[in-house]
């Protein structure tokens, strides 16, 4: 493997890391727009959005919906 190959393959990395961080901000906003949509289950959210419930506690939180608070609108 010659150091353009490397350089070439790190920078594609680099891309798609910056990619994936995008989609999963997208990913936290769609949960808490079912959380507030009425679907109060973070292990359905979690099936729907492919993210953890600990990322989905965390997330919520973020966005101000205490999700133990399943009342919460």
């Known amino acids: 493997m010659d150091a353009s190959e490397v350089t ?8 798609l890391t910056r990619r994936r961080d995008t989609i999963v901000d997208e990913l936290k906003d ?6 507030h949509a009425g679907l109060r289950n973070v292990r359905d959210i979690g099936r729907r959005t492919g ?12 966005r101000g919906i205490e999700p133990t608070n399943r009342a919460d609108k």
């Open 30 to 35: 769609i949960a808490a727009d079912l959380w």
């Open 8 to 15: 070439n393959l790190t920078e594609k990395a680099d891309g």
């Open 51 to 62: 993210l953890s419930r600990t990322t989905l506690y965390a997330a919520l939180r973020e």
